[in-house]
Structures are given as C-alpha cells and as structure tokens.
DNA sequence: GTACAAATGCCACTGAGTGGCATTTCAGTT
DNA sequence: AACTGAAATGCCACTCAGTGGCATTTGTAC
C-alpha cells in the first residue's frame, strides 16, 4: 500500500480496515507507523551485536569491520530488489530518512562498544573507539547511499573494502594541481 | 518553558497562551514544534555554506575543516551554557534527536559538496568527497557527543583537530597485546 | 479618513497515538 | 462438552500536532 498510494498518503485507518483489525490492535504490534518500513528492528540489531561479539578478541577494529562489510555486502546484494524498494520508500519521507538515522546510531553505538574492547587501555581508548565508531559509520552510510544511488549495480563488498582502507590508511590522495 | 516541564509535558497550546497568540500564528512563523529548539536553521547552514566556500580553493579538505573545527570550536566555547542546555533538552526527548541528525546530515552534504570542489578530478571523485564527508561528520558528532558528556570542560579545538589527524593520517594505534 | 495588504485569530478538521474497559478467543482442566 | 482464567482484540473517547478556510484586525500609503 505504501508502495502504491505513498507512504504519508496511507494511513493507518486504511491498512487496518484492509488487514481487517482495529487500529488498537495494531498499535499492540507496532510502536508507530514507521515501525511497519523497518520490521524486527530489534532482532537485527541483537544479530549485529552477536557479529561483532563472534570475531576474535585479537582483531583489530579494522579486521572486524572488514568481516562484518563481507557478510553484509553478500547479504544486500542477495536482497538488492527488496533494499531498493524499501529505500524509493524511505527517500519520499523526511520522517523515514529520521528512522533509518536513528538505526544507524543504535548500530553505531554497539560498533563503539565492540571497538573500544580491542583498542589498546588508557585514558583516550573510549575516546578514540567513539570517533572512529563515527567515521566507520559515517563512511558506511556514504557507501550506502552511492550504493543505492548506483541501484545496487556497484559491488558494494569493494565500496565497503576500499572505504575502511581509506580510514585505515588515511585519506590520501593526490592534491589538485593548479594550472598542471 | 520546556526546561521547566519537559519537552514533550509542554503542549503548543500552552506555549501560544504563554506569549499569547493563537496556535494558527505559531505555525505561521515555526514548521513545527522541533523548530523552537533549533532556532534559525537556514541562516546558520547558510553560513557554514559562506564559510567553507570563503576557504581558499587550494587548500585541501582537512586544511578546509581545520579552519572550520578552530572557529566553531571557538564559538562553541563561547556559548557552552547554552548549549549545554540546549543539548540537555535535545537528550531527553528522541524526536529533538533525530532532528538534530537530520541538522548534521544537511551540514554533512555541504561538507561534501565543498570537498568535491577540492577533490582531484576522476572517476572515483564524488564517491570519494563524500565518504570522507561522511567520515568527517562521524567524528565531528563523536567528539562533540564527548564534549557534552564532559560538559564542555574540554579543549573542543584540540579534540576536533585530533581527530582530523585521525582520519588524515589514519587510525594508527599500537595493537592490543596478549598477555604482554 | 479611506483603501488596500499583511498579519492575526478563530473554527473545524485530519491523523497519529493512548487509556480504559468490555468482549471475544483460546488454552487447559474436569 | 462445559468451565475457568488469561491473553488477545475491539470499541470509544480522548489528547496533541499540524492544516485549510475564512473572517477580522492591524498597519500603512495616499
């Protein structure tokens, strides 16, 4: 429905008189009306918790994201229609754009804390895990969006790959020359 | 008011018998209630706009968000009261929050577009002008998260330089040795 | 003082979300 | 099959954010 008559133009009247249920009810299975653009938000992120946890305590920050942009790449590029569908959903909607932020800071803080277990002990460890917690999901959020933006033609385990080598490594790249 | 009773405990109707005027005026002059909290939100992205623009074209991204990290640490520290306060309000209610991603997402895509401009042409430019955005915006709101949860005690300047670094040179840090 | 435009107020409305309570459904028991 | 207690569901009335339409006031130019 949301995909026919627009996400804001559907309202939650109509879906729960084609379900059929009462609106009562259905806010007994879902917070809001976002909640039905994001199913099992929970449950995804206790999976992404159990990732970063199954890595070896031995690997560093970097290792452990390169496993996890593996495992996610496959497993987009596998659901490539449904994600491209559900983010024509998410882009006509600032409140949808707010939700999936909101996601990606609830992933972004158990990035921190996974990180901040490998970094080496003193005073900047939490410090440095948050920051770096930031750029990696800042850089994952960009690749995303050229990922969509791309409709999912890109290899998006390259994208990922190459953008943690760039925080990794640094961000170097030939300055621009003028008159060269 | 809202720091009084809350943000959400504090209704529009309240606010518009407060000042006094009717509802109908206060969203003649506010999109919602979110905009209180965020006050003149145009003028200042547009500023930021004028300032990374006013950067000289020469310079490179890091040199750009160098000048821009020393002034707004500046201002920061000028202000901290109030946005302490500010950000008291902001932590207490997940819609302000998600208003405020939204905020930095705007600045994100400035950033962006300014390092497009400084970026060496070819094909990998504008996908690599805006991890790096993206990257900047992380750390940006990592360090300043720390900041506030340190009530501005902290040098924002050298945080926010410290973490250019980061990402300029990349995240190098001595591994966590076993049993060492 | 008149005329015109802008600002304001008023009223009714929609749509998301909640609280309270009655009713139904369903499982286990005898 | 009838009984019982609990969970699921439905119904109704309500709050609050936000909008549309229209009348009224305010201010300003002449």
Redesign the interface.
């Known amino acids: 429905m949301f995909a026919e008559r627009g996400y804001a133009a559907t309202t939650i009247d109509e879906i729960c008189a084609a379900v059929p249920t009462s609106k009562r009810t259905f806010f007994r299975y879902f917070a809001d009306k976002e909640a039905l653009v994001f199913p099992n938000r929970r449950g995804r992120l206790a999976r992404f918790q159990e990732l970063l946890a199954a890595v070896r305590p031995?690997q560093?920050?970097?290792d452990v994201f390169r496993t996890v942009t593996s495992l996610f790449a496959a497993e987009y590029t596998e659901n490539r229609e449904q994600l491209l569908a559900q983010q024509r959903l998410i882009a006509q909607s600032?409140e949808l754009?707010?939700?999936e932020?909101?996601i990606d800071?609830d992933w972004?803080r158990e990035i921190?804390a996974s990180f901040v277990r490998?970094?080496?002990?003193g005073e900047s460890g939490p410090?440095?895990a948050?920051?770096?917690?930031?750029?990696?999901?800042?850089?994952?959020?960009?690749?995303m969006?050229?990922w969509y933006a791309d409709d999912g033609q890109a290899d998006l385990e390259s994208?990922g790959l190459e953008?943690i080598d760039?925080?990794?490594?640094?961000?170097v790249?030939?300055?621009?020359e003028?008159d060269a």
């Open positions: 031995d560093s920050p970097f600032p754009l707010a939700r932020r909101e800071s972004e921190a490998r970094m080496p002990p410090w440095l948050d920051v770096l917690a930031g750029a990696v999901m800042g850089t994952v959020r960009a690749t969006r050229h994208l953008a760039y925080l990794e490594r640094g961000f790249f030939s300055r621009q003028p």
